[in-house]
C-alpha cells in the first residue's frame, strides 16, 4: 500500500528516528501484520531514547511507541500487560490523550465504566484532535 511503501522507505532511510518506526507499525498493525508491529513498536521506544533529542521529542516519541504496543496488547487480549504499559506512558506522561482513551477502553471492557468515563474525559481534555465516543455510552 502506498502509506506502507512511505514509511517503509522512511525507515530504511532514517532507521534511528522514531516517527517512522511508530508509523510504519500503525500500518503494518493495520495489515494484519501485529508481531512485525510489536516489533517495530519496540524499535521506536529505544529509538526515542537518543540522548541527541530534545528532552520533549523524546517523551513524545516513547509515549507514543509504548500506547501503540499497548494497543497491541489489549488486542491479543493481554489485558493485565497492556494496563501496565499504559500505566507506565501515563506515569511519564499524565496527559498523553491517547493512552487516555485506550485505557479507559479497556476499564470500560471490565465493567469499570465510571474508572473509564473518568479517565474519557481527561483525554478529551487533553486531546488536540478528535477522540471515539466515550466507551460506556
Given at each position: 500500500t502506498a502509506p506502507g511503501a512511505l514509511w517503509d522507505q522512511a525507515v530504511r532511510?532514517?532507521?534511528?528516528?522514531?516517527?517512522?518506526?511508530?508509523?510504519?507499525?500503525?500500518?503494518?498493525?493495520?495489515?494484519?501484520?501485529?508481531?512485525?508491529?510489536?516489533?517495530?513498536?519496540?524499535?521506536?521506544?529505544?529509538?526515542a531514547m537518543d540522548r541527541r533529542r530534545p528532552p520533549y521529542q523524546r517523551a513524545l516519541a516513547r509515549a507514543s511507541a509504548l500506547t501503540n504496543l499497548g494497543h497491541l496488547?489489549?488486542?491479543?487480549?493481554?489485558?493485565?500487560?497492556?494496563?501496565?504499559?499504559?500505566?507506565?506512558?501515563?506515569?511519564?506522561?499524565?496527559?498523553?490523550?491517547?493512552?487516555?482513551f485506550n485505557k479507559s477502553v479497556i476499564l470500560a471492557r471490565l465493567g469499570r465504566c465510571q474508572d473509564s468515563d473518568a479517565l474519557w474525559q481527561q483525554a478529551m481534555a487533553s486531546a488536540t484532535t478528535a477522540l471515539p465516543p466515550r466507551p460506556c455510552a
Open positions: 532511510r532514517a532507521p534511528t528516528k522514531p516517527r517512522p518506526l511508530i508509523n510504519l507499525a500503525r500500518v503494518l498493525e493495520a495489515q494484519k501484520f501485529d508481531e512485525a508491529a510489536a516489533q517495530l513498536s519496540l524499535r521506536a521506544v529505544d529509538a496488547h489489549t488486542k491479543h487480549g493481554d489485558t493485565p500487560r497492556a494496563l501496565y504499559v499504559l500505566d507506565l506512558v501515563l506515569s511519564e506522561q499524565p496527559r498523553f490523550a491517547v493512552a487516555l
